[in-house]
């Protein structure tokens, strides 16, 4: 199998379906990877004939062994043609650690602004609290409230990230105290500049219960309040997401911080990525209208849909964040019918495939408990990762700047031509 990798892997008949072994035996891995390959997009795979396993298209599984083989070869350089070193976080098997520690393990025992910190400087600062500056919010509230109803969580943060920069005459000061302090102050902002729905709210105390204030007009209790936090300090960074990368682009060209949040923030709002668990959160509630998974999964399969809140590209197993929060919410009654729902789409979806949940089916069970909207869960996902970004912004600052320059590989018609116009193209314009 480890030959297999460094070669050309042998000629298959493109025409035919391949068993899990033979797939497997293709790409060098094992079976049980060859399942987590479809989980997270990268293979399609059939019921095979008689209801036992699962079958793959020979081309497609090619393709991908040719496809991992390069980037095998790279050495898993990054955009510049070197690797992205960082000191964050580490992603090994199915758990994750921010600086060596155990991230589920820290998310439990510190609130998010301590476990901010502990990523920003290595160091635990004991009742961290983040204060926004009344100048800052004034401008980013002014700007949050002239955009329209419709406006996405995103847009709102997007622009109160913005508006804030413009507030702060200090943001081109690139050095660690200096970025810091924007850390510090930029992330109450984004909340405080969100509008609340909770009647009688006060903007002070931990970080959660004013962005709880922000996501539902219930009122909230210790437990929830708990999962929102955990929430937020699981979500603080996952390596080199597509959305941090962005950031470390406009880090390398040296953008203030305000701006490589906002560059975080413009891939945030893809669908496959921080709006996912809007599309789990309203799956839920369909499963939970119709009383099973079954035919809401049978329909969602007939679109050609993905099934939202199951798999990633990252883990074989379980997400480790959905793991923690699922045992949190387990604590509240009130959350019961929203997990049934959960494990009833994950039991169903996993028939022919195994399946796990991922972190997004796991903010869908609260948002969807907690009577917040489908778009809760992208807000708290991108307020948890602007720490997560400022402190890649932060690594990046230390880097040589603008190595993040890929070069393109060229693939368009074979130089020199002749210029356009003339008999062949056309009238040029020129008399």
Known sequence: MT???????????????????EAAELLGVKPETVYAYVSRG???????????????????????????????????DGPGGESVRTRLTLIDGDRYYFRGVDAVELAARHTYEEVAEWLWTGRLRPSAAFVAPESSVAVARRAVDALPEHATPTDRLRVAAIAAATADPLRFDLSEEAVLGTARSL???????????????RDSGPLSHRLWARLTGREADEARLRVLD?????????????????????????AHAYAAVSAGLGVLEGPLHGAASGLAHRLLLEVLDQGEAA??????????????????????????????????????????????AARDLTATAARHTPLHANV??????????????????????????????????????????????PSGQYVGPKPPRPLPGGDTDGPTGHS
Do not use: C
């Open 230 to 254: 955990t929430a937020l300090a699981l979500l603080v960074d996952h390596d080199l997401a597509a959305s941090t990368l962005a950031v470390r682009v406009a880090a390398s060209a040296r």
């Open 3 to 21: 030959a297999m990798r460094d070669q050309d892997p042998s000629p298959v008949d493109t025409d035919r379906r391949l068993s899990t072994k």
């Open 187 to 201: 992330i109450p902002t984004l909340v405080a500049a969100l509008p609340a729905v909770l009647p009688g709210h």
């Open 360 to 405: 997004d089916l796991a903010l869908a069970v609260f948002t969807a408990s907690s009577g917040m909207p489908a778009s809760a869960g992208e807000t708290i996902f991108a307020v948890a990762r602007t720490a997560g970004w400022i402190a890649h912004a932060l690594e990046e600052y230390g880097e040589r700047p603008l190595r993040m320059r």
């Open 42 to 76: 990268q293979l399609s795979s059939r019921r095979a004939p008689g209801g036992r396993g699962s079958t793959f298209d020979a081309g497609e599984v090619a393709a991908l062994a040719r496809r991992n083989r390069r980037e095998s070869a790279g050495g898993g």
């Open 295 to 340: 035919p809401v999964i049978a329909d969602e399969l007939r679109a050609g849909h993905r099934i939202p809140g199951l798999g990633h590209r990252v883990y074989a197993g379980e997400d480790p964040r959905a793991r923690a929060l699922f045992a949190l919410l387990e604590d509240i009654p009130r959350a019961a019918p929203a997990l049934a």
